[in-house]
């Protein structure tokens, strides 16, 4: 299973970006995926996450102005980012849960990482 994560960029405090990431290769089923930051000298942190059947976590620093969606025919997942600041600015990496066989078990994928700036 492959990610391929897009729509990072500079952008200034205030605006939006949409954030997609597209799973690729043998894969059986997908379960929860989600969406993490990680800023230099901090550990990675979850910012949102979505059930295959719908259900949404969000961090709370992001409530609000954070909007996850997912298209289960396309492997994909988005992050909606409204309203960004400053304090937003990180590399941001998606994160699926998936099984490429019906044997076989759920594990951890992870994209390659987007990075998104947010000046003041």
């Known amino acids: 299973v492959q990610l391929q994560a897009s729509g990072g960029g500079l952008v200034q405090a205030g605006g939006s970006l949409r954030l997609s990431c597209a799973a690729s290769?043998?894969?059986?089923?997908?379960?929860?995926m989600g969406w993490y930051r990680q800023t230099p000298g901090k550990q990675r942190e979850l910012v949102a996450q979505?059930?295959?059947?719908?259900?949404?976590n969000y961090a709370d620093s992001v409530k609000g102005r954070f909007t996850i969606s997912r298209d289960n025919a396309k492997n994909t997942v988005y992050l909606q980012i409204d309203s960004l600041k400053p304090e937003d600015t990180a590399v941001y990496y998606c994160?699926?849960?998936?099984?490429?066989?019906?044997?076989?078990?759920?594990?951890?994928?992870w994209g390659q990482g987007t990075q998104v700036t947010v000046s003041s």
């Open positions: 979505i059930t295959r059947a719908g259900s949404i």
């Open positions: 290769g043998t894969i059986f089923s997908i379960n929860d």
């Open positions: 994160n699926v849960e998936a099984k490429y066989s019906a044997s076989g078990g759920y594990r951890d994928y």
